[in-house]
């Protein structure tokens, strides 16, 4: 879809499709969260609290968005 299509719809589409689109998001980063706790639980990951924590739940999601669709503006 182009940027130009987006706003031939209207505004209720707009927003149904942004909401189904957020709520995607939400369940991919539960899901990665999840993912990261049982290998933490299964000793596979340390666990290192806090921050450093964080940081490689930000690190597994931009590592597997990257895989799943590529950076942006690479086709």
């Known amino acids: 879809m182009r940027p130009a299509d ?11 499709l942004s909401r ?3 709520r995607r998001a939400a369940e991919t980063l539960a899901s ?10 299964a000793g596979a990951l340390l666990d290192r609290g806090g921050p450093d924590a ?5 690190a597994v999601v931009r590592a597997t968005n990257r895989d799943a669709f590529g950076e ?3 086709a």
Do not use: P
């Open 6 to 16: 987006w706003n031939l719809l209207s505004d209720d589409l707009q927003l149904t």
């Open 20 to 22: 189904e689109a957020l």
């Open 32 to 41: 990665h969260a999840e993912i990261l706790a049982r290998e933490m639980e």
């Open 54 to 58: 964080l940081r490689l739940f930000a």
């Open 72 to 74: 942006v503006g690479h």
